[in-house]
């Protein structure tokens, strides 16, 4: 099985980036689906966007469409979520998760359809 460990987070300005990376060990991060998640305090875990095992197809949330970019490096077996353009509304913990399954564009990708999970790195966004 696959091992998930995601970093880069950290304390911004409104307006600001930051690029979280989601690292892989066990196994190769080109087997899976990976998806990217958010959980605010006092809220439940929410999409934020995933990207296809070959990183040609990927789905983002219409809150960070056009300001977040997933992308996946298979050298580095490491898949990305750069952050633009941040706002107080996106200060959560971010995690990365991969699923085993096939991607699939129409599909809506909840936190039951991923089968790993990493322990999550904090985004806060001042204003």
């Known amino acids: 099985q696959v091992q998930l460990v995601e970093s880069g987070g950290g304390l911004v300005q409104a307006g600001g980036s930051l690029r979280l990376s989601c690292a892989a060990s066990?196994?190769?991060?080109?087997?899976?689906?990976v998806g990217w998640f958010r959980q605010a305090p006092g809220t439940e875990r929410e999409f934020v966007s995933v990207?296809?095992?070959?990183?040609?197809?990927?789905k983002y949330i219409d809150s960070v469409k056009g300001r977040f970019t997933i992308s996946r490096d298979g050298a580095k077996n490491t898949v990305y979520l750069q952050m633009n353009s941040l706002k107080p509304e996106d200060t959560a913990v971010y995690f990365c998760?991969?699923?085993?399954?096939?991607?699939?564009?129409?599909?809506?990708?909840?936190?039951?359809?991923?089968?790993?999970w990493g322990k999550g790195t904090r985004v806060t966004v001042s204003s």
């Open positions: 998760a991969a699923d085993a399954a096939i991607y699939s564009n129409s599909r809506i990708y909840t936190t039951r359809d991923m089968d790993y």
């Open positions: 066990g196994r190769a991060i080109g087997a899976y689906v």
């Open positions: 990207i296809s095992r070959s990183g040609a197809n990927s």
